[in-house]
């Protein structure tokens, strides 16, 4: 029996390797297409996504480069080179801007997204990494160095405020029906509770004797917050009243994203094991993993858009398998 897979707006190509319509996996995530990144090395970190030009920017931190694929045709269509190590990058919208928060050296840099002029750079000293925003308040915040997070207004790139934390911040959450961030701060062992009216911390909650707490993700209306931690490999489900520990789930090694899906309720984890884990969300108490997903060794960045039920995964050059990103369509 012949095998395909349907490309972006209906163009079809042949897929290699088994079926995956046929595999039990392909009932939850089905891999729809790759888009090859050539020439790109080393790791692949954050994404970001315009939606309405179908844009996709990912950070290619080992390459030292922001890749821009557009959505439409499959392909790698330009590249930020000169970067360092880009870890995380938010595209506004509304201004059409890019925001590139690096590593070396901490440098946020803004770009046009239409002519790709560097209009701007904050200086944040070291490692820039995981960036959030609020289009509300119309503000920027990006995690750095031994311990802050820098708030950015958009509109001008200027730093307001700094909010200090005990250690690197990785993975946070903005509240939208409230005030807080929740903040994942693994080498001080805790999730760090802030208060953004007041800009300090207001609380900490552990995670049960499991550490490496890098990725999150959070359900405001069941008021649980979602921890993946590496040691040892455990989904962690916090009450985000009183920050006592729910459930715990085991998953796979090395987890660098975690995706909560309002819609299905259901969580989506990427794994630089190799793995997509999917775990289900009976009720607010209650988890059980349905799916393990091969990918491929160090995949463990992506991207999940809720609005497309599509979830796109990095996959760095290892060996004989090069550098992509999958577009996986959820069912």
Known sequence: MHCWRNFVLGIVIAATGNCIADEPDARVLKLEHTIPLPGIEGRIDHFDLDAAGERLFVCALGNNSVEVLDLRTGQLVHSINGLGAPQ???????????????????QCQI??????????????????????????????????????????????????????????????????NGRRIFVNVP???HVAVIDRDKGEVTGTWKTGGASANFPMALDEANHRLFIACRNPAKLVVLNIDSGTIVATVDISGDADEVFY????????LICGAGKI????????????????????????????????????????????????????QVK
């Open 277 to 328: 884990d999917v775990i289900e969300q009976a009720n607010a108490n209650t988890y059980k993993t349905t799916v393990r997903l091969d990918t491929a060794n160090g995949a463990r960045t992506g991207l999940f858009v809720p609005e497309q039920e599509s979830l796109f995964v990095g996959v760095p050059h290892h060996g004989i398998q090069a550098a992509e990103i999958r577009r996986y």
């Open 111 to 176: 770009y046009d997204a239409k002519s790709w002029q560097r209009i701007g750079t904050i200086d944040l000293q070291d490692d820039a990494d995981n960036v959030r925003y609020d289009s509300v308040t119309k503000e920027i915040f990006v995690g750095f160095g031994d311990g802050g997070i820098a708030v950015i207004n958009a509109a001008d790139g200027n730093r307001t405020r700094t909010i200090k934390l005990a250690a690197h911040p990785e993975a946070f959450e903005l509240e939208k």
């Open 261 to 268: 899906h309002t819609k299905r309720h259901r969580l989506y």
């Open 88 to 106: 995380g990058v938010l595209y506004l919208a509304e201004l059409d801007r890019l925001l590139i928060a690096n590593d070396k050296g901490g």
């Open 187 to 189: 080498n001080a062992g």
